[in-house]
């Protein structure tokens, strides 16, 4: 096994400089999606409209599903599968970007994953807002030799044109959804439909030509919905679509309660994670109750809850109160900008502290990616730049932790770190700074983050893969940095067993 990042620097792909070859399955004419550039940030508009005029997403979602039920989608949108009792699957969340971040996960996906029985895709698997006509490049091309079905599950940007790309790609659902019920003028409705972002004309006119890319009788899979349950081998996997603002509605709410109660242990695949960033955000239900409530229910034995929209890899493993451990994972490492795990303060939430958390990017890497991306576009660099080992002991020392990684010489911690430290929002212990550090995090990830789009390794990407026996199932996450070492011998960054029984 190769080393990882938690192992040595060069392990986390910082200095080498032999890029893999995912570089020749790149596009020449790619896409390099900039979430500073007003044009994505119009494009995207709908998010922003829907938590100020209200959110559309359980009606529109409600005609997709009637649609798929006439055109003969099963009732209860259980996709039933032969796999053995003993198989492997694949989660990746937030691919589609197109560029070379995505494309650098790919060779240790087809590698780790030759063997594994489907895929599944966990939240935005086409940015910026899920046309289809980036589906060739960003779905068909850079997976075009993954030989086993792909099942996908929306993100808030796969919904910015009203899931119509990700039904036809997804649900083989080729018309155009008919129009709902006209909004009275001078309403929040009237208003936000004035300015809201739909499909362009003759979008995904080369759709059926990119779909060659994935023809393969082995390839194929068409999936009852944009929610659906995969019964495989021992267990049951439920995707739920969070929509826009990351909740669900009435309809799917009443199937979630439902299709939990089948007897097989359950793993949940959303598009929102229930634990993120050290903080519990259940998922509400419109008309009351939660996802996590149905997840935490004994009576419905679901192991792992696993979500994607946060672009980087966390672990929180959850006791409950009848003895259970749950494992809460993030996800959404795929291809897409990285989010940041240095702003994550020392964890203390539902029982998990920081001994049992886990994340990739390291904190320290995080810090160090971070201080070199803004230090070349400031052209400070003799300021914000920090060495990973300059970065992980300056975390070391406001987290009140050790060294994730095996110590080298020891770095010391100077004034200039600190402050490097706390302007690009490093997180704390939680009994300081508090009144600073919730705002400067959530302003790190709506504004900074975004703009961390870089096209030279390490990348800090990363896949899932999960084997599954009739006693456990095991999770290992897997790193791609763009580097060839580790796209040759894809190091493992996490590893968990679950038991079943």
Not at 86 to 97: A, I, N
Not at 311 to 320: C, E, G, I, K, T
Not at 394 to 410: D, K, M, Q, Y
Request: with cysteine; proline share 9%; net charge positive.
């Amino acid at each position: 096994m190769s080393e990882s990042s938690r192992d040595t620097a060069e392990g986390a792909g910082w200095g080498v400089s032999e890029r893999g070859e995912y570089l020749r399955l790149v596009p020449r004419q790619a896409e390099k999606i900039s979430w500073l550039n007003p044009r994505h940030l119009w494009a995207a508009r709908n998010g922003v409209l829907a938590s100020w005029f209200g959110d559309p997403t359980g009606e529109v979602r409600a005609r997709w599903a009637a649609r798929r039920a006439a055109a003969g989608a099963p009732a209860d949108r259980v996709i039933r599968r032969d796999d053995p009792d003993r198989f492997s699957f694949l989660v990746v969340g937030d691919t589609g970007e197109g560029g070379e971040p995505q494309y650098a996960v790919v060779p240790g996906l087809l590698k780790e994953g030759l063997d594994t029985a489907f895929a599944v895709l966990a939240s935005d698997v086409v940015y910026p807002v899920g046309a289809a006509g980036d589906y060739g490049p960003k779905f068909f091309r850079p997976y075009q030799d993954y030989q086993a079905p792909v099942y996908a599950i929306p993100g808030n940007h796969d919904w910015y044109e009203d899931l119509a790309g990700f039904m036809r790609v997804f649900c083989d659902d080729t018309g155009p959804l008919p129009a709902g019920p006209k909004p009275r003028p001078l309403t929040r409705a009237w208003l936000r439909s004035l300015v809201w972002h739909r499909p362009r004309p003759g979008d995904g006119e080369h759709l059926d030509e990119a779909r060659k890319l994935r023809s393969s009788p082995a390839q194929q899979a068409v999936q009852p919905g944009p929610y659906w349950a995969i019964d495989a081998g021992p267990v049951r996997i439920v995707g739920i679509d969070t929509g826009l603002l990351g909740t669900i509605d009435a309809e799917q709410g009443a199937w979630l309660r439902e299709v939990s109660r089948d007897p097989r242990p359950k793993i949940l695949v959303t598009g929102s994670p229930l634990y993120v960033d050290g903080e519990h955000h259940p998922c509400p239900i419109e008309g009351g109750g939660t996802v996590d409530d149905v997840v935490r229910d004994p009576a419905h034995r679901y192991v792992a809850a696993i979500g994607g929209d946060i672009h980087n890899y966390q672990r929180y493993p959850v006791r409950l109160d009848d003895g259970r451990t749950l494992q809460y994972v993030v996800a959404g490492g795929g291809g897409a900008f990285t989010h940041a795990t240095h702003t994550i303060p020392r964890v203390d939430v539902a029982g998990v502290t920081e001994a049992d958390f886990r994340c990739y990017p390291l904190r320290g890497d995080s810090l160090a990616f971070y201080s070199a991306l803004y230090g070349r576009r400031t052209r400070l660099r003799r300021f914000f730049s920090l060495t990973e080992a300059e970065a992980a002991a300056v975390i070391a020392e406001r987290l009140g932790i050790g060294p994730t990684r095996a110590p080298g010489a020891p770095a010391r911690v100077t004034r200039r770190m600190r402050l490097v430290a706390g302007l690009l929002g490093t997180g704390r212990r939680p009994d300081r700074g508090k009144r600073f550090r919730l705002p400067v995090r959530k302003a790190y990830q709506s504004l900074f983050s975004p703009g961390s789009a870089t096209y030279s390794p390490p990348f800090f990407k990363s896949f899932l893969r999960v084997d599954v026996t009739p006693e456990a199932l095991r999770l290992r996450c897997f790193a791609a940095t763009g580097q060839r070492a580790q796209e040759v011998a894809p190091p493992v960054e996490d590893e968990v067993t679950v038991p079943l029984t």
